[in-house]
């Protein structure tokens, strides 16, 4: 596969307007060059930006959030191909099991995109913060959570946006793809939360040790560990 | 209530508006570009009258004209601009800050610029708007271009100030002024370029337009003091987000 960097920037100007040339042909038609294409997006741009979130924490954390991030989205889109496929064609899309985990697919390039490109600024905001061994990284560490989730946030909405573009174009009408769409998100939402436990530390917490898993990754869960949050909350 | 409704005068008739009246409204509120060429050769004096007056052959040249040429004297026009204001903000101390404060103002724009433009070219795509990262590029430079111009055309008044006050809390506020006023001019460039290149979902623009508002206070602060003395070291050895610091010096 031969890809020049003008035909890659046409490519992902086309996803984000739409995919009129790029999204829609390549659910309709899969073709493994697409496949290739969106993965290496993916890896570049939540790469880039999962290398800025470990940076705080120092380089060996911004490495392994490097390899991370992206590996948090595969494995939740692999996890979750089933059942997605299943969802899709009961809420009323006409797509098949793997032209669904495509259009995911394409749209966590888009995710990938929005947050690779605000990488640069949050590598900078890495580096101007105060360390993550000085007084005040307690609080540092908040703001960046924080931070972080709005960066995340709007990467998400601006890819479920045109996730939901595309079920347009492929479900009789909007009422089914709007219904398409959230039970994908929620599924997405619901798994995707459980492997980023499992794969934790993302953001790593002061005074903790920096490591690529925690030795006691798969004790408790996501939703446990919510509801003890809660418990000891109030 | 009915009785007081008959003794009211009727209201005055208002004359029908006329189709020349509308049409003026419409100019007024929605100007018209002209998207046309500059000319012959572009000299740096055409560029700066494209900059400050027909923004419609800025925007031809950098889009499919010599965007090479423009570019190049847009960016001149940046850097001395920068360079004539930081001197100016520099003579407020005096000293080492007549070349340090220069000096950071281009470093912090130019680090701004660098850092925003991926995200400019995704969240204009975002917006409806058929993009490369050379348009966002060309776009964003001719914002800055506009905005060091206003700059550099606010020097004589900047200083005066940096002449009449000892106070850096005073000058603090000043400097932030003119930066406010500079990089609105800016940013509503950008804005109309967007606008003429099909802009139809602004909410992304905005969310850029937060963002490098937001990343050109925080190098304020990085490069930090721009106004005031020189502390021991060229760069600051602490860290510090830019609210607490602007309001540290705000406070001076």
Same mark, same amino acid.
């Given at each position: 596969?031969?890809?020049?960097?003008?035909?890659?920037?046409?490519?992902?100007?086309?996803?984000?307007?739409?995919?009129? $040339? &790029?999204?829609?042909?390549?659910?309709?038609?899969?073709?493994?060059?697409?496949?290739?294409?969106?993965?290496?997006?993916?890896?570049?741009?939540?790469?880039?930006?999962?290398?800025?979130?470990?940076?705080?924490?120092?380089?060996?954390?911004?490495? +392994?959030?490097?390899? #991370?991030?992206?590996?948090?989205?595969?494995?939740?889109?692999?996890?979750?191909?089933? !059942? $997605?496929?299943?969802?899709?064609?009961?809420?009323?899309?006409?797509?098949?099991?793997?032209?669904?985990?495509?259009?995911? /697919?394409? &749209?966590?390039?888009?995710?990938? /995109?929005?947050?690779?490109?605000?990488?640069? !600024?949050?590598?900078?905001?890495?580096?101007?913060?105060?360390?993550?061994? &000085?007084?005040?990284?307690?609080?540092?560490?908040?703001?960046?959570?924080?931070?972080?989730?709005? !960066? !995340?946030?709007?990467?998400?909405?601006?890819?479920?946006?045109?996730?939901?573009?595309? @079920?347009?174009?492929?479900?009789?009408?909007? #009422?089914?793809?709007?219904?398409?769409?959230?039970?994908?998100?929620?599924? $997405?939402?619901?798994?995707?939360?459980?492997?980023?436990?499992?794969?934790?530390?993302?953001?790593?917490?002061?005074? /903790?040790?920096?490591? @690529? /898993?925690?030795?006691?990754?798969?004790?408790? $869960?996501? +939703?446990?560990?919510?509801?003890?949050?809660? #418990?000891? &909350?109030? | 209530?009915?009785?007081?409704?008959?003794?009211?005068?009727?209201?005055?008739?208002?004359?029908?508006?006329?189709?020349?009246?509308?049409?003026?409204?419409?100019?007024?509120?929605?100007?018209?570009?002209?998207?046309?060429?500059?000319?012959?050769?572009?000299?740096?004096?055409?560029?700066?009258? =494209?900059?400050?007056?027909?923004?419609?052959?800025?925007?031809?040249?950098?889009?499919?004209? *010599?965007?090479?040429?423009?570019?190049?004297?847009?960016?001149?026009?940046?850097?001395?601009?920068?360079?004539?204001?930081?001197?100016?903000?520099?003579?407020?101390?005096?000293?080492?800050?007549?070349?340090?404060?220069?000096?950071?103002?281009? =470093?912090?724009?130019?680090?701004?610029?660098?850092?925003?433009?991926?995200?400019?070219?995704?969240?204009?795509?975002?917006?409806? %708007?058929?993009?490369?990262?050379?348009?966002?590029?060309?776009?964003?430079?001719?914002?800055?271009?506009?905005?060091?111009?206003?700059?550099?055309?606010?020097?004589?008044?900047?200083?005066?100030?940096?002449?009449?006050?000892?106070?850096?809390?005073?000058?603090?506020?000043?400097?932030?002024?003119?930066?406010?006023?500079?990089?609105?001019?800016?940013?509503? *460039?950008?804005?109309?370029?967007?606008?003429?290149?099909?802009? %139809?979902?602004?909410?992304?623009?905005?969310?850029?337009?937060? %963002?490098?508002?937001?990343?050109?206070?925080?190098?304020?602060?990085?490069? *930090?003091?721009?106004?005031?003395?020189?502390?021991?070291?060229?760069?600051?050895?602490?860290? *510090?987000?830019?609210?607490?610091?602007? =309001?540290?010096?705000?406070?001076?």
């Amino acid at each position: 596969m031969r890809l020049s960097l003008n035909s890659a920037c046409a490519t992902w100007t086309d996803l984000l307007l739409g995919g009129e $040339n &790029s999204a829609i042909p390549w659910t309709t038609h899969l073709q493994v060059r697409a496949l290739g294409f969106c993965l290496l997006s993916i890896a570049a741009g939540v790469g880039a930006y999962g290398f800025s979130m470990g940076l705080w924490n120092g380089p060996t954390m911004a490495f +392994y959030l490097a390899v #991370k991030l992206p590996l948090i989205i595969v494995i939740t889109l692999s996890a979750n191909a089933l !059942i $997605n496929g299943v969802l899709a064609q009961l809420l009323g899309s006409r797509l098949s099991f793997p032209q669904t985990w495509f259009a995911i /697919l394409s &749209s966590f390039t888009i995710f990938a /995109l929005v947050v690779g490109a605000l990488s640069p !600024i949050t590598i900078a905001m890495a580096l101007e913060v105060p360390a993550s061994d &000085s007084e005040q990284a307690g609080e540092t560490h908040r703001r960046l959570l924080v931070f972080h989730t709005l !960066i !995340i946030g709007l990467g998400g909405f601006a890819a479920t946006c045109r996730l939901l573009g595309l @079920f347009e174009h492929f479900c009789p009408n909007r #009422k089914s793809a709007i219904r398409c769409v959230a039970g994908l998100l929620a599924g $997405n939402l619901f798994v995707g939360a459980q492997i980023s436990f499992l794969m934790r530390p993302i953001l790593c917490q002061p005074g /903790l040790p920096v490591e @690529f /898993l925690r030795p006691d990754m798969f004790t408790g $869960n996501f +939703y446990e560990s919510v509801i003890w949050a809660l #418990k000891h &909350s109030f | 209530m009915d009785q007081d409704k008959k003794d009211q005068p009727a209201p005055p008739e208002l004359p029908e508006k006329t189709k020349v009246d509308a049409e003026v409204e419409t100019e007024e509120t929605e100007p018209a570009i002209k998207l046309e060429p500059m000319g012959n050769a572009i000299t740096l004096q055409d560029t700066i009258d =494209a900059i400050l007056k027909s923004p419609g052959q800025l925007i031809f040249e950098l889009r499919e004209g *010599r965007s090479n040429t423009v570019a190049k004297h847009l960016t001149i026009i940046s850097v001395v601009a920068m360079l004539v204001f930081g001197f100016v903000l520099g003579l407020f101390s005096g000293g080492e800050q007549l070349w340090a404060a220069p000096l950071k103002l281009l =470093a912090g724009m130019t680090i701004s610029v660098l850092i925003t433009l991926p995200s400019l070219y995704v969240f204009s795509c975002l917006s409806g %708007i058929d993009m490369t990262p050379q348009k966002a590029g060309g776009m964003l430079l001719a914002g800055v271009a506009l905005l060091s111009l206003v700059l550099l055309a606010m020097c004589p008044v900047s200083w005066i100030f940096t002449q009449s006050t000892n106070s850096v809390g005073a000058m603090g506020f000043f400097t932030l002024l003119f930066w406010v006023v500079a990089i609105s001019f800016g940013l509503s *460039r950008i804005y109309l370029f967007a606008k003429i290149s099909g802009l %139809i979902r602004q909410q992304y623009l905005l969310v850029w337009v937060t %963002i490098f508002i937001v990343v050109t206070l925080q190098m304020s602060t990085s490069l *930090r003091p721009l106004i005031g003395p020189a502390e021991g070291t060229f760069l600051p050895t602490e860290k *510090r987000f830019f609210l607490e610091h602007w =309001a540290m010096v705000l406070g001076e």
